[in-house]
């Protein structure tokens, strides 16, 4: 009660964080943090496009020559992590035209072949963004199809 009292929420929005049941926004993080002597800070993370390559990311970045990784067992929340650090790159940094085209067409693939994934992993107002932006034709389409035998081995 007396952290709830300082910082200035609730006493069942503490209870509900404690009982693991809350979904806190960094600033109830931070009215919570403060009074504990805690702050919280962002930090934005890139992508780990090497590993996007491997589930199908149809752009070759780390080398000339796409190479399947069969060392490396990539697990499908590993894929919705990347990917959703990729889509929120592409909406707010400056990116090459084709790296964002090869987002959304690994995006479309998933949101086409694996509808249940993508409703449960990657939809968000974010995503919906960026396929707006590179809407299912010509270009986009191809890449998607590229796209799709990439992701096959992992979901």
Do not use: D
Request: with cysteine; net charge positive; hydrophobic share 35%.
């Amino acid at each position: 009660m007396k952290l709830a009292i300082l910082a200035n929420v609730s006493l069942p929005t503490i209870q509900n964080l404690e009982l693991g049941k809350g979904n806190p926004t960094l600033e109830l993080l931070k009215k919570i943090g403060n009074p504990l002597n805690y702050s919280f800070q962002y930090i934005s993370q890139e992508p780990q496009w090497a590993i996007l390559e491997n589930c199908g990311l149809p752009v070759y970045l780390t080398s000339g020559k796409k190479e399947k990784s069969t060392q490396v067992k990539i697990t499908p929340l590993e894929l919705a992590s990347q990917l959703n650090l990729a889509i929120h790159a592409c909406t707010q940094k400056h990116m090459e035209e084709r790296l964002k085209e090869a987002v959304a067409a690994l995006s479309w693939a998933i949101q086409h072949y694996y509808p249940t994934y993508y409703s449960y992993c990657l939809e968000s107002r974010e995503t919906e963004t960026l396929l707006e932006k590179y809407p299912l034709k010509g270009r986009i389409l191809k890449l998607m199809k590229m796209a799709s035998s990439g992701i096959s081995h992992i979901l």
